[in-house]
């Protein structure tokens, strides 16, 4: 049975960080795609930033130069660590997790594309 956990969420002020984690259980890491969502009040769940097999990485713009997406496979978890936090990056972390599909750019911010959730982790960016 997969699961995954996030954590590392909390209350930042803007300009602040925080680093969100995604431990597997059931799943390794490193055997294909973990890709992280976010979801906004109101809004539909977009994915922010991606991470093959390979080590292969895609960010959405808004994040591009502020987010950073890793991975430890000792520890198997993938890391998204999130600097010069805005209040617009306030939303439910979730990650996903598949290794049924070869990565593409595309295909990796397809949220019908990965089998594994988390439960999600709540970032809040305010002052």
């Known amino acids: 049975q997969v699961q995954l956990v996030e954590s590392g969420g909390g209350l930042v002020q803007p300009g602040g960080s925080l680093r969100l984690s995604c431990a597997a259980s059931g799943f390794t890491m490193n055997s294909g795609t973990v890709g992280w969502f976010r979801q906004a009040p109101g809004k539909e769940r977009e994915a922010i930033s991606c991470?093959?097999?390979?080590?292969?990485?895609y960010y959405t713009d808004s994040v591009k130069g502020r987010f950073t997406i890793s991975r430890d496979n000792a520890e198997n978890a993938v890391y998204l660590q999130m600097k010069s936090l805005k209040p617009e990056d306030t939303a439910v972390y979730y990650c996903?997790?598949?290794?049924?599909?070869?990565?593409?750019?595309?295909?990796?911010?397809?949220?019908?594309?990965?089998?594994?959730w988390g439960q999600g982790t709540q970032v809040t960016v305010s002052s």
């Open positions: 996903a997790a598949d290794d049924s599909w070869t990565y593409t750019s595309s295909r990796c911010r397809q949220k019908s594309a990965y089998r594994f």
């Open positions: 991470i093959s097999g390979i080590g292969v990485t």
